[in-house]
Structures are given as structure tokens and as C-alpha cells.
């Protein structure tokens, strides 16, 4: 073993960030100390952000099969078949953690990271989504942070050459110190050519390709998975730097050589990097595997053994090929002008043997490696949650003039155009994308096909927080009644699960109650789980983030050309409400920009009757009995028919009636889920109102579309008439003038 | 009519010229490798967008000094055609094919969004197709798009009416909100003095299906293959 190391003790052990107990149980898996070498690995492979410690009895519970199901979670990302031979690959992850300790970079190897997932599965990256949450965009640091994460984003993605199609922005001062960034990517790859993660075959070569490793990043995934306090900004070494070029040409290079048959297994150098490939693909296939670390291709000297295992550098693959195949290797990627260097080869112990200039620095079952402890730590609902649900906000009195609240609603920052962040985005490389970012969903072409898809990601952190359960199966049915609202039919969910501490009991709480609700909610839509990611541990100083799970739904439509989109298309036609009455002013975007409360409780889900209004949307999109179809989330049915009149290429006014009854502020910006307002030409009127007669769902005419205003009245009384232009402009300067 | 796609290390529009080459125009199409010097048998090279070897150094700059874009002098001075678009535009200045630079944004930020051309001179290869005054739409996508050329050199782009396309208003009006990137005198697109090289910034690929919000970007290309075709300079090389 090598001699100059430190020597494994307890205290070094925590100061990695394992526990006592854990140290003893690996001592007790090993029958002997580890090395110092080897208790590195450990940190690594059983940290929370690796080994899901803390989830894996929750996620569970979560569905993650169905009739499209090519590969369900548990690898790179999770693959849905879409027919005529063709396959989704898509997977949704955080980086969190990073990007607040360095917002350009953290935000960049983001994306760098889940494009790798991507097309390690041998698909080729054709969107990214990106969830992003921040303190209240006032503030100069969080401003700060909006502007580094959306330039790493648009320096990556851009670089690199896949498209931004959609994602959201939202904001509230519990993100302030624990901005969310979560980043989707959706890849095509035909059906029967999908490479996996697996080490199979004893005696074929272990390969490292891609970027050469520095010490950027080494413990990575340890900071990922622990708090912050004052001194996050000194973590900063943690953090990797991108560089989206080399990734690329690994793109490219990795699909050309999947064409040969040559690669057997292929996994992404991610979180605790050249480590968790070498111990994770042979646990995968059952196999071992032994490498010799000086080979790798460095670009700094006199790396340790422990550096080069742990180093998060990025733009790296480890490729296990056919024995014999070698050189087609070196071919492909001498051609791209990448570094592919033997470094090992399949072994059939079960060890993970690790050889530095032939010396041994790690030999450890890779089964010990993998199956990290699992823990069900207690649970228990906040003390604070009933005061907090009980709170009726009617009690608050009226606006008096409920223009001056629509356009504060509309212009809120959440709710504004985020136009500032997408044009530095590119939308359309590729050619597929038809549907552009600032609709409920984006939609893309499948070449080839008649096909489109259409996806969308979506997660409400004051509803999540308000009710755990509810919120997050809120989230599930929101992100596909995106999807149904763009004319798709959802296929399939990634989540993204950022909550604070798990060893808190009331956050950990918040995560199997919105576990529950995610489960739920995708048993009654048929959506399965394949893939996605759990981010504990977002929090500063004890201050906890909004539980925010981030639901992306892939869905497809048939006939590409008939995909629809929110904005309303011109005068003359009928404006309906699809979905129940039921509405509630709790949690909502109007009752924290007006009153700044988050408090409430919120509006009752009927998952029968979500999934009843989601095949009528898309039944009649898929029949051209629409012209436009738009959700109501976020600020409620006002803002909804506000967003139809402002967000499309040309402006069209509305007038609008709403039954009396209710207060008017629960009318207008109540929200509650299964709504969705959709525009009807005259002339198909009795063939809607008949397929919504099929479709046993209820729902109303609800006003027209045209003039320069919008005009809103609850029974006999106006409470709104808007000049159109008003409206636009407190649309879109909403977020934009938080920056300027 | 012959075209060629030259794909160098970080090229990302390569695909989608190849696409509307083949599956729209519905003419022959091939990749050219950056290392490749052969021009032989292709009668337009298309120099699409991306970053070309990271970009790095300034954009078009490595790409500039490649060995397929050193062959391409010799291809324009036997009479072939070069479309540059984007990093293709970038190349150009830097390899001298085109005069003038492409800067970064004035507004210091990557721009994507939807443009609209006003077309300059009709009497080029790739534009006479089009009437003077037109206006085309289609989108850009670059960090690095802000056209300068030193006062000599604008003069002669202005007398030689190398000026093909400005970026202007829906109705045509060149202005300065309608220049997305501080681009000299709204400069979008230049050609050489023969007329034969011509470069844009905006991404005519992107606007060639009724499905991709637009048809103007295959203007250019019909002009072409009308041009090329008609006078059969095409069938003389």
C-alpha cells in the first residue's frame, strides 16, 4: 500500500463526512482498516448525493414501470419508447450546491453533467430545460447569482450546441441562500441502439477517454451533501470547472464509435468521478475491475492516487470495449482529438483494484462500495403546519382596484416574461424546435416521423410547502396538463427532489409526504418515474428551501404539425374554461405579491377528474377543435386569459364574464389544478361542445376573444378593463426590470 | 448542384444545412472534414454555425487558418461559391475571404431571437432572387455578431455595394433598436467583390420550413441554385 498517505482513522473519517457508525461498518464489511485511499472512496460512494442514503426507502415507492418503459431509473437516465422505432432518453438533475458557491461555472457543469447522462446512454442531446429558483430578484447578490447561472448556462448549452427550449423561473426569499438549478435534458436514440452502464465481460479493456483529470472538484459530491453557513465561498475548489467544447467533441466521438459495436458498457465521469465508474459499472454486470492510475491522462503533477479517484473533473467517460476492438478506439477519438487510454480491464472477483505506477492503493469489493447504507430516519409534520394551513385569506381585505392587482400579479417576477434569460439561450439548433420556450410546453419535431414531442417541467415550492402530499401531486399533474396543453400525450417523469436537511424530521417529513403525492399522482396519469435525482441538504444557516420537487414530463403527439399553444390567435373566438371550481387564494402568486403572506390551505385535487380533462384537451387539439390552450397555475384564471392576450406574436384583447358568487379575488386569482382555458373558432362550437359532452368534464363558455382591452366582469360588475398594452408591459418588464 | 458542409471540431449547424440541402432543396449534399483540402467536386461550401475549435483565441479564429478553409481561396478564384452563416461569417473575416470583423455583442450578452433583413443588393449570386428593399426574417444566435470594418474598407464594401443585408424593423426601417448586436450600420450580411463568398450572421437554415416560422433563409438558396444553374457556371468547373 502506498506509504506516504495519511492513516484512516475515525476523525478522518468524519472529516469526510462519514459517520462513526458508518466507519465501523466499513471496517466490519473489510475485516481490516481501510487505507487512506480507500476511505476516500467510501466518502464518496456513501455520501448522500451518491448513495441516496437517506431516500432510497422513500423512493421506492414511487411507480416506475409501464408498457413504454425501455429503462426505468437506476441508470444514466431513463429511456420511454415513442413508436416508429425511436426512443426518449431524459433524465432531470440538480446543481444546487455549486452554483452558489460560483453561479457561472456550478450552473455550466449542470448542464455539462446532464448532457453526459444523456448521451452516454448513446442518444443525442436534443433539449435542455432549465428550473431555476432565487431569493427575491431585488436583492443585488441574488441578482448576482441570476445573472452567473444564466450565463453558465447560455455559455454551455450554447457552446456545446443543444438547444434551451423551456424551464421556469420562480422566486421567494427562502431560495435566497440555496438557489435551485435544475437542469433537464431529453435525448432521441433509436430503440434497440441503447448503451448502458455495465462492465460486462472478463477480460475486456477498461477505457478512459475525454478530458484529462486535474484536481477541480475532488469532493464534489461530498459539499453536495452537506449544509451551508457563512463560509460556503471558501468550498469554492469544490466546484468544477466546464469546458463545453471538449464535451462536444465527446459527444461526437462517443456516438461514432457506438456506431462500430465496439463500446460493451460506457458510463460518465459525474459526481466522485473516476471512482464511482470504476466501482459502479461492475457492480452493475456482477464483475470486478482493476485499473492503474498512472495512465490517466492528468493535466497537473504529482496527483495522488485519492486525487485522481476523487477529482469531479468534467467532459470524461469510462468505456469498457470488446477485447480486440482496441483500436478503433484510438481511431474515433484520435480523429476528435480526445485522449482514450487503456487503463484497466473487466475482472470476474468482484474487486475494484486500484494500481498506482503497479503499486496497490485500493483493492475493495465493488458490492461493499455500492451498497451504502440505507436509513428510515424519523419523520414528523412541523408543529407550525396547521396554524399555517388554517389561515384564511379572505380574511385580508379586498384590493380596491383590481386592475392595479391583476397588473402587480402579472408583472411579479415569477410570473413576468423571462425573456431576459431565454434570448441568451439558443432555442433551434437542431432544426426540431417548433414549439418556442414561453408557451406551457415546448415542443419538438421528431425527424423522420410525423411525431412531435412535447415536455415541460414544473414544481410550485409554496404549494409543496403548504401541503407536501397535495403540492407535490400538484406538481405531476401541472407538468402534464403542459404537456396535454401543447397536444401531448405524457409518456414519462424525471423528478428533481430539493428539500433541506434529511435529518431534520420535519424535512424529511416533507419528503415522504411528497413522495406519497408524486406516487399518487403518477398512478392515476400512468406516468412512470424513469429517472431523476434527490438534492438534501439545500440550506444556510438552518434556513431551509421551500420542499421543491421539479417535475419534467415527456410527452408525444402524433401529428407534429397540430401542436398548440397558450396565446390566443386572434378576435372572435370563444373563450372556454375546462375543469372544476374549485379554487383557493392559499399559497398563491396573488397572495404573497400582494400581501406577502405564504399561508392557506390549498384547493382539493380529483386525480380522475385531472386525467378526465387532460385527454379532453388533448382530444380536442388532436381533433383542430382548438386554436389555443393555456393552464391556469400560477396567478389563477386572470392571469391565464392575461398570458393568452400578451404572449403570443400579436396582441388580442378579451372580454370575459364569471359567475358571481365569491369573492372576486378568489374568482380571478384562486388557484387549483385540472384548469385549463381554451380559444374555440365559432365555427366548431357544437363539435366542442360535444367532445366536452363525451368528456364527462365540467366546464363553461366563458367570453370572447378581441378588441384592445381585456374586460373581466364577475356577474354584472366590471372589476376589470385593461388596455391590452398595459397588461404587456407589466408582463414583461416583471422580471426584466429586477436586472436592468 | 453540389454542395459542401464543412464540419469542423465544435460545428453544431452542420446537420441542419445538410437537412435543408437534402431534404428540402432536395439537392446533393456532402460533410467536408476540416482537414480535408479537396473542393473538387462540390460547386457551393457552406461554413455553418457552432465554435469551431471552442471558439477559442477570438471566434473563427483556429477555424480561419485551417487547412479546408486555406484551400478555399484557390476554390473561389476557379469560380465556386461559399455561403458562410454565423461561425461560417466569423471564418470568413478571419481566413480575409470576406473583409471586416465580427466583435462581441454590444449588449455583452449571447442574442437568440428572430431578425428581420433588409436586402441591399440584388445582384449577387445569392440574392437575385430577391427585390431591393425586401424585408426576410430569420433568427440569430451568436455572442460574437457586432459587424465592424474600418472606415477604408467600408467605403469600398459601400461603392462596390458588398452590403447585402441590414437588420431592420417588420417594415424594413433600419434602426437602431432593430440591430441586435451594434452591428456597424446594422451590417447582417457582406458579400466579396465578385459577389461569389457571402456571409451572414443570421442562420438561414433555421428559416427554410413553413414549420420553423419561416421560408425566407431558402430564399437565398433558390437564388443560388437559380444563378448557378441558369448561367451553367456550375457545369464549367
Known sequence: MTGSEPKAT?????????????????????????????????????????????????????????????????????????????????????????????????????????????FTMGARPIALLDSLRFGEPDDPKTRRLIEGVVSGISWYGNCFGCPTVGGEIAFAPEYAGNPLVNVMCVGLVRADRIFRARAEGVGNPVFYVGNKTGRDGIHGATMASSTFDERAEERRPTVQVGDPFTEKLLLEACLELMQTGAVVGIQDMGAAGLACCTSEMPARAGTGMEVELSRVPRREIEMTPYEILLSESQERMLLVVARGREEEVRRVFAKWELDAVEIGQVTGDGDLTVRHHGEIAARLPVKALAEAPRYEKPTAPPPWMAELRAFDPLTLPEPADYEEALLAVLGSPTIGSKEWAFRQYDQQVGINTLVLPGSDAAVLRVKGT?????????????????????????????????????????????????????????????????????????????????????????????????????????????????????????????????????????????????????????????????????????????????LSAHDCAEGGLAVAVAEGCVTGRELVGGSVTLPEGARADLTLFG??????????????????????????????????????????????????????????????RGFERHLA | MRFGVVVFPGTWSDCDFHYVVSEVLRQPVKYIWHRDRNLDDVDCVVLPGGFSYGDYLRAGAVAGRSPVV????????????????????????????????????????????????????????????????????????????????????????????????????????????????????????????????????????????????????LLIFQSLLGSLVEDGSFLKR
Open chain 1, 450 to 626: 410525423r411525431r412531435a414531442l412535447a415536455i415541460s417541467t414544473d414544481g410550485n415550492g409554496r404549494q409543496v410547502f403548504l401541503h407536501p402530499r397535495r403540492g407535490a401531486a400538484m406538481a405531476v399533474c401541472e407538468a402534464a396538463r403542459n404537456v396535454s396543453c401543447a397536444g401531448g400525450r405524457p409518456l414519462g417523469v424525471t423528478d428533481c427532489l430539493n428539500f433541506g436537511s434529511p435529518e431534520r424530521p420535519e424535512i424529511l417529513w416533507q419528503f415522504a409526504e411528497a413522495i406519497d403525492g408524486l406516487a399518487e399522482a403518477c398512478r392515476a396519469l400512468d406516468l412512470p418515474v424513469v429517472g431523476g435525482n434527490v438534492s438534501f441538504y439545500n440550506e444556510t444557516n438552518g434556513q431551509a428551501v421551500l420542499p421543491t420537487p421539479i417535475v419534467g414530463v415527456v410527452g408525444v403527439l402524433e401529428e407534429a404539425g397540430r401542436a398548440a399553444t397558450q396565446w390566443f390567435k386572434g378576435a372572435g373566438h370563444r373563450l372556454a374554461l375546462l375543469g372544476p371550481d374549485a379554487v383557493s387564494l392559499g399559497g398563491s402568486e396573488y397572495l404573497w405579491t400582494l400581501h406577502r403572506r405564504l399561508a392557506g390551505a390549498l384547493a382539493p385535487l380529483d386525480l380522475g377528474l385531472e386525467r378526465r380533462v387532460q385527454s379532453a384537451v388533448q382530444a380536442a387539439i388532436g381533433t383542430e377543435l382548438v
Open chain 1, 10 to 118: 475515525p476523525d478522518l473519517a468524519r472529516e469526510l463526512g462519514l459517520t462513526a457508525d458508518e466507519y465501523d461498518r466499513i471496517i466490519k464489511r473489510l475485516g481490516r482498516e481501510p487505507t487512506y485511499t480507500e476511505l476516500g472512496l467510501f466518502s464518496a460512494l456513501w455520501s448522500e448525493h451518491c448513495a441516496y442514503k437517506h431516500s432510497r426507502v422513500f423512493l421506492a415507492r414511487l411507480p416506475q414501470t409501464g408498457p413504454h418503459v425501455l429503462q426505468g431509473p437506476g441508470e444514466n437516465a431513463g429511456v420511454v419508447d415513442i413508436g416508429d422505432g425511436w426512443a426518449v432518453v431524459f433524465k432531470i438533475e440538480s446543481h444546487n450546491h455549486p452554483s452558489f458557491i460560483e453561479p457561472f461555472q456550478g450552473a455550466a457543469t449542470g448542464v455539462g453533467g446532464i448532457l453526459r447522462d444523456i
Open chain 2, 70 to 217: 486555406e484551400a478555399l481561396g484557390d476554390f473561389v478564384a476557379r469560380g465556386g461559391h461559399v455561403l458562410g452563416s454565423c461561425n461560417g461569417f466569423q471564418i470568413l473575416c478571419e481566413a480575409g475571404l470576406l473583409p471586416g470583423a465580427l466583435m462581441r455583442n454590444e449588449c455583452l450578452q449571447y442574442r437568440c431571437q428572430q431578425t428581420h433583413l433588409v436586402v441591399e443588393n440584388v445582384e449577387t449570386p445569392f440574392t437575385r432572387g430577391l427585390r431591393v428593399g425586401q424585408v426576410l426574417t430569420m433568427p440569430i444566435s451568436h455572442g460574437e455578431g457586432k459587424y465592424y470594418a474600418d472606415a477604408g474598407a467600408l467605403a469600398k464594401l459601400r461603392k462596390n455595394g458588398q452590403i447585402v443585408f441590414r437588420y431592420a424593423t417588420a417594415e424594413g426601417q433600419v434602426t437602431r433598436t432593430a440591430n441586435p448586436n451594434g452591428s456597424l450600420e446594422s451590417i447582417a450580411g457582406v458579400v466579396n467583390e465578385e459577389g461569389t463568398v457571402l456571409g451572414l450572421m443570421p442562420h438561414p437554415e433555421r428559416a427554410a420550413e413553413p414549420a420553423m416560422g419561416s421560408t425566407d433563409g
Open chain 1, 671 to 732: 388557484e387549483g389544478p385540472s384548469r385549463v382555458v381554451v380559444s374555440v373558432d365559432p365555427a366548431r362550437v357544437l363539435e366542442f361542445e360535444g367532445l366536452m359532452a363525451e368528456s364527462a368534464i365540467p366546464w363553461c363558455w366563458i367570453g370572447t376573444t378581441g378588441s384592445e382591452r381585456l374586460r373581466v366582469r364577475c356577474g354584472s360588475t366590471t372589476v376589470i378593463d385593461a388596455a391590452i398594452e398595459s397588461l404587456e408591459q407589466a408582463w414583461r
